[in-house]
């Protein structure tokens, strides 16, 4: 059973904010990675309306708290109020981590290195150097999704959504910030079954996966089995793509790592240590 942290006068305080706040699994992730580390930092829910956001960061930067996440509906509207932003946040335009020192507020976004860093250390994978890769969906996610992939050198990248012009969007705006070669599809396009028979890695960012009842938004059958598939989705922890994806012998992996991921990345950047992330996990399946 996990312990309540004990607080003091020298408790550091940091947090996450959103609209609503009560699902997130942060805290408990964060917690225990403070405990495990011997730091004397909390980690709070902040439940922050978006007409309050600009006085909560500035109460924020008042109390001296060290860092914040942000979530929906927040990642975009919070930027005008900071001093800097990162590289990645600049190219996925939102930001999901802020910083406070002195009277400055800096901006990143860990969600795109979250990424990498999930192939790389949980699926024992790496980002296909100079290969095709697919993106389903092009929200949020797809973003951050879409600017790790490019960053980590992929050689092009077809983005299919349900809506057409949402993934022709996003594909022409990233190609023209990246310049990786960038293709935007619906996902009935008839050529979408070749993409995704070439490609070396085909990530899932839309919640659609999360529904058993729902079919798959891409047939198993167009998979090679050297394909590795990546569904960033973690409720189920193993969804229908990642099931049928496996029947094929293709390699898997959820979404818990870059969970995980993007929060041990700011977690150092707050502290300058690097965190657990076998704790975190074990936080999260508690």
């Not at 997130?24 to 580390?37: G, I, L, V, Y």
């Not at 309306?49 to 509207?77: C, E, S, Y």
């Not at 990530?203 to 009842?213: E, G, L, Y």
């Amino acid at each position: 059973m996990q312990t309540q942290p004990m607080l003091t006068g020298h408790t550091r305080i940091v947090g996450i904010i959103g609209d609503p706040i009560e699902h997130s699994r942060s805290p408990q992730m964060h917690n225990a990675a403070f405990a495990k580390a011997g730091l004397d930092y909390v980690y709070v829910p902040f439940h922050v309306r978006p007409d309050d956001l600009a006085h909560a960061i500035a109460g924020f930067k008042a109390l001296n708290v060290v860092g914040i996440n942000v979530t929906l509906p927040h990642k975009q509207a919070v930027i005008p109020y900071l001093t800097s932003i990162s590289r990645e946040a600049e190219l996925v335009g939102a930001v999901n981590t802020l910083t406070f020192v002195d009277d400055e507020i800096h901006g990143d976004n860990t969600d795109a290195p979250g990424v990498l860093r999930a192939l790389e250390e949980e699926g024992d994978m790496s980002v296909p150097v100079g290969q095709e890769v697919v993106v389903l969906g092009a929200g949020g996610s797809a973003r951050a999704v879409v600017v790790a992939l490019a960053l980590g050198g992929v050689a092009s990248i077809t983005i299919a959504n349900r809506t057409v012009e949402r993934a022709v969007s996003l594909a022409e705006e990233m190609q023209q910030k990246t310049n990786i070669l960038m293709h935007g599809m619906g996902l009935a396009d008839a050529r979408l079954p070749d993409a995704v028979s070439r490609c070396m890695l085909l990530i899932n960012t839309a919640t659609a996966s999360m529904d058993p009842t729902q079919p798959l938004l891409v047939s198993a059958d167009w998979l090679q089995s050297n394909t590795i598939v990546y569904d960033i989705v973690y409720t189920p922890p193993v969804t229908p793509l990642m099931k049928a994806a496996s029947a094929r012998r293709c390699p898997t992996l959820g979404g818990i790592g870059m969970l995980v991921h993007q929060g041990a990345i700011a977690f150092e950047k707050w502290t300058g240590v690097t965190p657990c992330t076998q704790t975190m996990h074990h936080a999260l399946s508690i």
